[in-house]
């Protein structure tokens, strides 16, 4: 398995490019499923959870094409679905235990194919992450569904006028559910009548989502607040859409600069899905300044450490606890950090406690007391942005970090090594 080894104390410097957000591109993939026409998405992440769910896709019976670049190299962030050989609505367990965002096939096949066959995604490191809202959902819009050896089976009813199709309803999903929302928003496109979604994610990947569904002809109101309406239209057709930038990515390389004393620009970001992470990096001490399409940031000599609570957007992220726990790991002052959403969420701490921090684990809430450095040492990744908060602190550390299972970054980082080291940190791929 792949090792990241870094040298630490290099203050990041110079210019980055945002990818396309991970988050967004899974559901976008799946929406192809939606209509017979080519769906051509761009601004695609080079990431291992796109090929997966690609992948997956394609043993649908989904053709994949990448469009070939001008210099005639693929130029893989330019992708079309066809979805008109749809002949196989199957998720199967091996595919969906690598990559738990496979359930998000589930309303689309239903809808589209009047029938699924998903395996129920097993729990990850960070918690159990049940899927019992999107099967509610469903089963409220008069899918026939069941949990059968690991599999979840939904059959759209038979309609009056004998067709398979799935009915529009009044769903409110128990809590907000990123992935539960857009399944069950994509599952209403097609469905015979209105979709009112109560409690929605408000996410800017669902908001992404949906303009794209509203260009295939889907038609949609709502998406960004917590009540998204969907009336059920009989087909959609083909588009081309641009994959929103990934706020995370963002968040993450905004937090390297700020934790090693840089200054970094980010362009093709997207400054107005972060707002949270932005407001908390200019209360530890960061100069930032925002463009339409970039950010800048300029970190203090020592940060000031911040304490936070992770919330459905607009409040601050979970995917950036880790990172902000990292860069609290050596700022001046104590942090308290409230983790709402996973009930897993904090096994980064143990492994930052070996390079050094000084972290008090309590339940969903952990104490960070900034200390003077962090020192080099083998630490392991355990979850994709648990790596991210080992990244940051291996780039701050003294000597050398090196991260075991770097599998767990490449699902979600594009190029990273190669983005870092432009920024002027010292990285290497271990093979
Ligand atoms: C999405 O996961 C993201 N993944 C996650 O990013 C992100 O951490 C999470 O939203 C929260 O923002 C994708 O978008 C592909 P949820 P999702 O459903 O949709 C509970 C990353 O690192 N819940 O919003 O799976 C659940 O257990 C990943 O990029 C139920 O109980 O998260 C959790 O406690 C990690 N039943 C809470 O709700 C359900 O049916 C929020 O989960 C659904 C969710």
């Not at 398979?164 to 990123?178: E, K, N, P, Y």
């Not at 463009?291 to 020592?302: C, G, W």
């Not at 000597?399 to 983005?419: M, P």
Request: proline share 4%.
């Amino acid at each position: 398995m792949d090792k990241l080894l870094i040298e630490g104390g290099a203050p990041l410097h110079g210019e980055a490019a945002i990818s396309g957000a991970k988050n967004a591109a899974l559901p976008l993939l799946c929406a192809a499923l939606l209509t017979r026409e080519p769906l051509t998405l761009t601004h695609v992440p080079r990431l291992n959870d796109v090929d997966t769910m690609l992948g997956l896709l394609e043993q649908m019976g989904v053709k994949v094409f990448r469009e070939t670049g001008v210099s005639g190299r693929a130029d893989e962030s330019t992708v079309t679905l066809d979805a008109s050989g749809l002949d196989n609505p199957v998720a199967p367990y091996e595919r969906v235990k690598t990559m738990r965002a496979a359930i998000l096939v589930l309303g689309p096949l239903a809808a589209r194919a009047g029938e699924a066959k998903v395996s129920l995604p097993g729990g990850c490191a960070i918690g159990a992450r049940p899927v019992d809202q999107h099967i509610k959902g469903l089963a409220a819009m008069g899918a026939e569904i069941s949990v059968l050896h690991g599999y979840i089976l939904a059959r759209a009813p038979r309609q009056k006028d004998g067709s398979t199709r799935l009915s529009g309803a009044r769903l409110f999903t128990d809590m907000v559910t990123v992935t539960g929302t857009e399944n069950l928003m994509m599952a209403a496109c097609l469905a015979a009548g209105e979709t009112v979604i109560e409690n929605a994610a408000r996410e800017p990947e669902v908001v992404d989502l949906a303009n794209c569904l509203i260009k295939m002809g889907a038609q949609i109101s709502g998406a960004g607040s917590d009540v998204i309406r969907i009336r059920g239209v009989a087909s959609m057709h083909g588009a081309t859409h641009r994959i929103m930038p990934d706020r995370i990515e963002t968040g993450t390389y905004l937090c390297a600069a700020a934790a090693t004393g840089g200054s970094i620009r980010l362009t093709g970001a997207a400054p107005g899905s972060l707002d949270a992470v932005i407001d908390k990096l200019t209360e530890s001490g960061c100069r930032i300044t925002i463009e339409s399409d970039a950010i800048n940031l300029a970190a203090p000599q020592r940060l000031t450490s911040v304490s936070l609570r992770t919330s459905p957007y607009p409040a601050f992220p979970t995917d950036m606890q880790a990172q902000f726990m990292a860069i609290n790991s050596v700022a001046e002052g104590t942090a308290v950090i409230r983790e709402t959403i996973f009930e897993n969420r904090f096994m980064h701490a143990v492994e930052l406690i070996r390079l050094g921090a000084d972290i008090k684990i309590d339940g969903n809430t952990a104490v960070v007391h900034g200390v003077a450095k962090l020192d080099g040492a083998t630490v392991m990744a355990t979850d994709l942005r648990a790596s991210a908060g080992l990244v940051i602190a291996g780039l701050v550390a003294e000597g050398e970090t090196v991260i075991e299972r770097i599998y767990h970054l490449d699902r979600g980082y594009e190029h990273l090594e190669q983005k870092l080291g432009a920024l002027g940190a010292r990285v290497r791929r271990l093979r």
